[in-house]
């Protein structure tokens, strides 16, 4: 704008100097005297009679005044900001014919250019598939066109708002276990900074000059528990203390009350000692390459038009100012109910502010809004996908299991080429308990894929828990190595580790030991998932040592009560002890009979045994112990109970010994063996691995109690979720 200006300014007083030396009354003779002669030659007319012209000084002269008028009109248009360069920069964007972000050479010929209609849309769609690759789970996935207006409309296909949310059945607890390690749980932070990089950059994505890669880690942290805890705003918000860590898991407690979970944090992986054979190969150019990606497209053609107020209302919204934030973004939304960018950046603060909130009335708005940013015509194809994402992984922390699969599904029909989602969509198969399908889902990636890491863990799990030992360990052991965003996660050393165990593979500890390493297990013989960290960690304890003496005491006192009422429950009645069926026995006959579990008492259960539950309800360290349970264990002769640790470090176990056979009953934990006596509790941390033998020749009865790890604090006894 500048420049226009100078040329103005200075073509005038050249053209007014050129004119008057060239007009016809200045082509005078030498000898004239008249005044207009000598008006002339002032002028710099000649007297010759020669045709006028500038002497050098004259030239030089008008040279510098025009170009000190230039200079100060610059700095005039630039000191009294007489242009708006942000506006005229935004309406040049509009004229973005090829999709980098800006008016440049290229968008002139687009638009100037002989093309017709149709090789105007194979440029877009070229466009398109050119600057938009989705590498995930280890793959270079290429991001699918964008589809016409209203071809990616999804109200038809997508169930709307809170009532889809709200009817989603969840997971009952009537299936009461010791430890499930086959079930599949979903790692989830209570922060909903996800994919940050990605998010971020929504309105600096058009900046061409910016080619740092994205990179997308789909981590997932799956952990072992006895049920499902989904996690939830609503209930008591977990707040840390000082030595508490941070964990998650997605069990469910009842229909509709959950609680926040911690996340577990592990060390970050640069800082740990890994093998050689089992490091990631970072340097990797091939995998350095992989996982680079341009960013994605996330502004239409109107969008482009409103980038600045939609940067505005963005900056609030990075800067933590959420509340203005959402005002801006709704304002926009009711100027230009049209955008998708408007409605996207809506439902974003909401999601921030439901997590600031702990709301989870603000977070089902979240996921209708961002449902309707991908319902809105002519949505880029990366914004249907980020915000179908967002839903999904918001459906699940609200543990709307089949809603947000009905989410994935919608996913994988609209971008059928993308791995990423259909290794998602397998992931809400399992969280529903669909393993069958989920098994499906990773066989046809494998076809595909055969090296997608993500989808052999997640095979390898699959088949474990189908008791397919021996096939499992090949498929977990590569995925692990492959070193795939969402492959490094205890739960599948977990799995590899015991898979080896249980095939006579010596391998089995270095792996738990590689888990160690990597900051996934506390110790190699310390594997729980659910861990809070500080807590003293040791094997094998004693009544003084827990500080739970009185209730040691009462145990003991009472311990052929205890047993009688848990033999007459077994002669009674065949079908209150229900048999161990978590695939944790080689072989041989184990049940139990529970009284309580997860810290709520079963008031059925305790009418076949009511003064034992009469005598518990004086103890609230075991009673109110949400992370454990309180039950009778039967164990038959012949049976062997593989080496297995419990899902979290927050609890110690009591064993009462109440029919105990001579010899051939013992219990292994870490490296220390003992024997249990009829009256007499041992107490071990169950999270070491142990392991049990039962090669008497009649069955053994022991009653098991739970309670809190001592060193928990109160608030943390009431915060900690379920398992």
Not at 504 to 527: I, M, T
Not at 597 to 622: I, M, V, Y
Request: overall charge negative.
């Amino acid at each position: 704008m500048m420049a226009p200006r100078k040329n103005a300014k200075g073509g005038g007083g050249g053209n007014s100097s050129s004119s008057s030396s060239s007009s016809p009354s200045s082509c005078t003779s030498g000898g004239s005297s008249s005044p207009g002669a000598r008006r002339e030659t002032k002028h710099g007319g000649q007297k010759n009679g020669k045709k006028g012209g500038l002497s050098g000084s004259s030239f030089f002269t008008w040279f510098m005044v025009i170009a000190l008028l230039g200079v100060w009109t610059s700095v005039a248009v630039v000191w009294f900001d007489l242009v708006d360069y942000e506006e005229v920069l935004g309406k040049l964007g509009i004229y973005d014919a090829d999709g980098d972000g800006d008016f440049d050479v290229d968008d002139a010929k687009v638009l100037l250019g002989p093309q017709n209609i149709e090789d105007e849309l194979q440029d877009q769609i070229q466009s398109l598939l050119d600057e938009t690759v989705y590498p995930e789970h280890g793959e270079d996935l290429q991001q699918e066109q964008d589809a016409p207006a209203g071809e990616l409309q999804l109200e038809d296909a997508l169930l709307t708002g809170r009532d889809e949310d709200e009817r989603i059945e969840s997971m009952g607890t009537e299936a009461i276990h010791e430890e499930t390690e086959d079930s599949y749980h979903v790692e989830e932070t209570a922060s909903p900074a996800y994919n940050q990089d990605t998010e971020d950059m929504m309105y600096e994505q058009e900046n061409p000059e910016s080619s740092e890669p994205v990179v997308e880690d789909d981590g997932r942290i799956y952990q072992e528990a006895d049920d499902v805890t989904y996690q939830d705003y609503d209930e008591q918000v977990y707040e840390p203390v000082e030595n508490e860590g941070t964990e998650s898991s997605d069990n469910a407690v009842d229909d509709s009350h959950t609680i926040l979970e911690e996340v577990h944090v592990p060390p970050a992986e640069e800082q740990q000692e890994v093998p050689p054979e089992t490091k990631r190969k970072t340097d990797d150019p091939e995998k350095k390459e992989k996982v680079k990606k341009k960013k994605p497209k996330l502004l239409n053609k109107f969008d482009k038009t409103i980038k600045a107020e939609l940067d505005a209302a963005e900056k609030l919204r990075k800067r933590g100012k959420i509340e203005e934030a959402l005002n801006a973004f709704e304002e926009l939304v009711r100027r230009y109910p049209q955008s998708p960018g408007a409605r996207y950046g809506k439902a974003q603060c909401e999601d921030d502010l439901a997590e600031k909130r702990r709301s989870n009335e603000i977070l089902r708005r979240a996921i209708q809004t961002y449902q309707e940013a991908a319902s809105l015509p002519d949505v880029p194809a990366d914004l249907v996908k980020l915000s179908l994402k967002r839903r999904s992984d918001r459906q699940q922390f609200l543990g709307h299991m089949r809603g947000s699969l009905l989410t994935l599904q919608k996913l994988v029909q609209l971008f059928p080429d993308d791995t990423s989602l259909k290794n998602d969509l397998g992931v809400g198969y399992l969280l529903i308990g669909d393993n069958d399908n989920a098994k499906k889902v990773y066989e046809a990636v494998l076809n595909v894929t055969p090296n997608d890491g993500f989808a052999k863990v997640h095979y390898g799990f699959i088949l474990k828990a189908q008791n397919k030992i021996a096939e499992s360990i090949p498929y977990l052991k590569e995925g692990i190595e492959s070193g795939h965003p969402g492959t490094d996660d205890g739960r599948f050393y977990f799995h590899l580790g015991d898979a080896m165990q249980r095939v006579g593979n010596k391998e089995a500890y270095k792996w738990y030991e590689l888990g160690h390493q990597r900051g996934h297990f506390a110790s190699v013989w310390q594997r729980s998932l659910y861990n809070v960290r500080g807590l003293r960690a040791q094997p094998w304890w004693t009544p003084k040592e827990t500080g739970y003496t009185e209730l040691v005491k009462s145990l003991e006192r009472n311990w052929k009560l205890i047993r009688d009422e848990g033999l007459a429950v077994m002669d009674r009645t065949q079908g209150l002890f229900l048999p161990e069926d978590e695939n944790l026995r080689e072989k041989g006959d184990w049940s139990q009979f529970t009284l309580w579990q997860q810290g709520r008492k079963n008031e059925n259960a305790c009418k076949g045994a009511p003064k034992t539950c009469s005598l518990l309800d004086k103890f609230p360290e075991t009673t109110g112990c949400r992370r454990g349970q309180i039950k009778y264990s039967v164990m038959h002769p012949g049976t062997h109970v593989w080496p297995h640790t419990g899902p979290t470090n927050c609890r110690l176990r009591m064993h009462l010994g109440l029919v105990i056979p001579k010899e051939g009953c013992k219990i292994r934990c870490a490296n220390e063996t003992k024997t249990w006596e009829e009256g007499k509790v041992l107490i071990f941390d169950d999270s070491f691995e142990h392991e049990v033998w039962q090669d008497a020749k009649s069955f053994r009865l022991i009653f098991i109690v739970d309670v809190w790890h001592p060193e928990l604090t109160p608030q943390q006894r009431l915060s900690l979720p379920a398992i």
